[in-house]
């Protein structure tokens, strides 16, 4: 497994941005296709966005499409998404999590991942 601890959330007005990092430990980083959760109290976690493994391929889920980007960097164990244009609704606990030998096929089926971060808070209100 890879343990996984997100940062960079907190509070931002509406149309603002903040950028979440997941920083992995252990040696199996490059192998695991990334994704970030979101969750609300009462709510299924949701699937917001993939990178695979193999090819950086990308996969994000509609409501954050054009606003948020996701991306790796294996050299440092990182993977980051960017949030642009945030939205009330946009509030949520964000989690990363990695499935090893992924290529995002399945990127929205949480048992797909074998590692999940802690969670990180982001709260967009005026």
């Known amino acids: 497994q890879v343990q996984l601890v997100e940062s960079g959330g907190g509070l931002v007005q509406p149309g603002g941005s903040l950028r979440l990092s997941c920083a992995a430990s252990?040696?199996?980083?490059?192998?695991?296709?990334m994704g970030w959760y979101r969750q609300v109290p009462g709510k299924e976690r949701e699937g917001v966005s993939c990178?695979?493994?193999?090819?950086?391929?990308?996969r994000y889920a509609d409501s954050v499409k054009g606003r948020f980007t996701i991306s790796r960097d294996n050299a440092k164990n990182t993977a980051t998404l960017q949030m642009n244009d945030l939205a009330p609704e946009d509030t949520a606990v964000y989690y990363c999590?990695?499935?090893?030998?992924?290529?995002?096929?399945?990127?929205?089926?949480?048992?797909?991942?074998?590692?999940w971060g802690q969670g990180t808070q982001v709260t967009v209100s005026s």
């Open positions: 999590a990695a499935d090893l030998w992924g290529d995002c096929s399945k990127w929205q089926q949480e048992p797909e991942y074998e590692s």
């Open positions: 252990g040696n199996i980083f490059s192998m695991s296709s």
């Open positions: 990178i695979s493994s193999t090819d950086g391929n990308t």
